[in-house]
């Protein structure tokens, strides 16, 4: 519970720096270098304090890599500059947590039980009365459409990712440590990120006009200078430190109960978007975050009877 818990830190502050990185490269650069600078540390980690790597579980960390990194994190980062930090937490966490029951469910035959489960819907609904937007920002139908198709398949990636990791740490015949498998699951993850980043510089090199000042030397150091911070404390936060929590969470926890405390995430964000973007933080939304934390408080009890 407690690792849930520091992973629903660690992924508030990369929502709000992936969010920032996303709108000055881009969703498709900056999760690619958030993922490539993630494999760096996590490389680092596995060769000098990490454990031997188990032949029987690395293929489903890999897939839960592909599925949660590749597919699930490359669809929520075209989600984010299109809805925004807050909502793409609230579609993506939010369907994050039923979709991982129900497929550990059929997958695992992973029951909960009724205390469980109504903890779980005491979070998610009060993580969505905190986040229903009723504020001044517009968006347009187009990115309405895109955003919450892209947050679904997130969710959807997301949930098969962190399922994959239950599977992997029960056929293991090993110790994995958390660090270790989380380096498994970014070399599966990585292949996706890099394909669509390919893609995209072909496409942009194919349609590409006369050179422009915006696209000079100059502007491209300035605006390079400008999202590395955003782009290094993402990765560390949310693929590196955040990922390898959420690996010790479910070595030990089922998914459903993770992901549902995980999606406690945008109320964190609260203060942060308020800070930054300007967000207003309302009446609703403090009664939201109390219900949601008195969610977590009653799962917390029910476990540990």
């Not at 050179?211 to 999202?227: F, G, L, T, Y």
Request: charged share 10%; aromatic share 8%.
């Amino acid at each position: 519970m407690l690792a849930a818990l520091l992973t629903t830190c660690m992924f508030a502050v990369s929502v709000i720096c992936g969010h920032r990185s996303a709108v000055l490269i881009g969703g498709v650069q900056a999760n690619f270098w958030r993922i490539s600078l993630a494999g760096f540390f996590l490389a680092i980690w596995t060769a000098l304090m990490g454990f031997q790597i188990d032949l029987a579980a690395l293929p489903y960390f890999m897939l839960s890599g592909f599925l949660g990194i590749g597919l699930g994190d490359t669809a929520y980062f075209q989600a984010l500059p299109r809805l925004g930090s807050r909502r793409t937490a609230l579609i993506s966490q939010c369907l994050t947590a039923p979709f991982a029951a129900l497929i550990e469910w059929v997958w695992l035959g992973t029951k909960l039980n009724l205390t469980e489960i109504g903890c779980i819907a005491i979070i998610l609904t009060g993580v969505a009365i905190a986040l229903v937007p009723s504020d001044h920002i517009k968006i347009s139908a187009r990115n309405w459409k895109i955003g919450i198709i892209a947050s679904a398949i997130g969710a959807l990636g997301g949930a098969f990712g962190v399922v994959c990791s239950r599977k992997a740490f029960a056929v293991a015949t090993i110790h994995a440590d958390a660090g270790t498998s989380g380096f498994e699951r970014v070399l599966g993850g990585i292949a996706i990120p890099v394909i669509t980043l390919l893609v995209i510089k072909w496409r942009s090199a194919r349609t590409a006009g006369p050179s422009r000042e915006e696209n000079s030397p100059a502007a491209s150091r300035e605006k390079w200078r400008k999202v590395w911070p955003w782009v290094l404390v993402n990765s560390l936060a949310g693929q590196t430190l955040g990922v390898t929590f959420m690996q010790l969470a479910l070595a030990h926890t089922e998914a459903a109960i993770v992901t549902a405390i995980t999606a406690t995430t945008p109320i964190l964000l609260l203060p942060m978007t308020r800070w930054l973007d300007g967000e207003k933080i309302c009446a609703r939304s403090i009664i939201g975050g109390v219900v949601g934390v008195g969610g977590v408080i009653g799962l917390t009890f029910a476990r540990l009877k």
